[in-house]
């Protein structure tokens, strides 16, 4: 999946870009298109992941694929109701998102006291939370049980007390054995929360052995097939494979964490930001999302099965784009973002 932008003001010197990518993108590229197919682009190959950085990529064990359930209190939405943002636009208001592979999508956080209650298929050694916050103020109140317990139960073991700071918030809850936990929201101004994570201690096991896909829902929206599974997960063989720029390559990977807190920033200097991320395997895309710091601009997606040359079967240190490589991309979609920090398309 190629991705080009047209960023409005985007060379500050002391302005870095910072992307996430998220579900379902193949290949990124990020710049101005008009001068991509002007001149040849360059890319730098990212360092294979090493034993050493495992622990900074920890599994999020609250997605519906590992078998992951959430409800809210006083009033629960049905998954049935879960709307998929377009473009940038998000109203979905079923705490569903709040499980879903797509950080675009996010979960209204109303005045006053709200519960959210996410089990696990099995208990589990969690570790933190995290989750991307859009203006709600006020705290959150973190609680685990391996048991299930009625919201308002005294015998849940509160681990956490979190201030809801703008963008991530990140509480640190163990590491702790649970198989249920209780997030109570006292919020004084509304807003939403996205990118909802629970974390496990990390292992390397994670990357060497993929857990068992244990979809839970038992009723099925016909969206829930393009939302409940990223293509872009580490712990799924997905790899950061180029980038244009970056003081350190070996954190291009933080695009694909599915860790709302972690990015990537690309140099303030680069006309052209671009990102190749392989999926490990040719496989079937209908959706893309993609988070960043905001810009007006426009984002183009293209898509590729494979790398331009040589490299499709042995990819090499440096990357090299030319025109008729670039002339010659399929393109599926397109975003006039107005700075909000978030795409997101769907296509056949």
Known sequence: MIVFCRYGNYMSESTALRVKICPLACCLFLGHASGLLAAELVLEK??????EQAPAYPQNLARYYLGAKVEAAPQSVPIADLHLSSKW??????EAALLCNDPTIGYALPSGSTTLLVSFAKIETIDSICFLNRGAKGEVKIAISNAKLPADSPQWHEVAQQQLTSDAVKAKMGPSEAKYV???????????????????????????????????????PDNLALISYSLTDLHARSRALY?????????????????????F??????PAPVAIIDLGKVTRLRRISALYSPRSGNMDFFVLQSLPGAAAENPTQTLRFDDSAVADLKLVGSVVDDGRGRAAIDFP
Not at 46 to 51: A, K
Not at 89 to 94: G, K, W
Not at 265 to 270: L, Q, R, V
């Open 46 to 51: 990212v360092p294979p992941l090493t034993v």
């Open 89 to 94: 636009e998000d109203t979905n208001t079923a």
């Open 182 to 220: 209780r997030l109570t929201f006292d919020v004084t101004e509304p807003g939403r929360i996205a990118g909802f994570g629970i974390y496990c201690t990390a292992t390397v096991s994670d990357f060497t052995m993929a857990r068992p896909r244990r979809v839970s829902v038992q009723e099925k």
């Open 243 to 263: 980038v244009s720029s970056g003081e350190d390559f070996k954190q291009a990977n933080n695009m694909i964490d599915d860790q709302p807190a972690t990015s």
């Open 265 to 270: 920033t690309f140099a303030a200097t680069d």
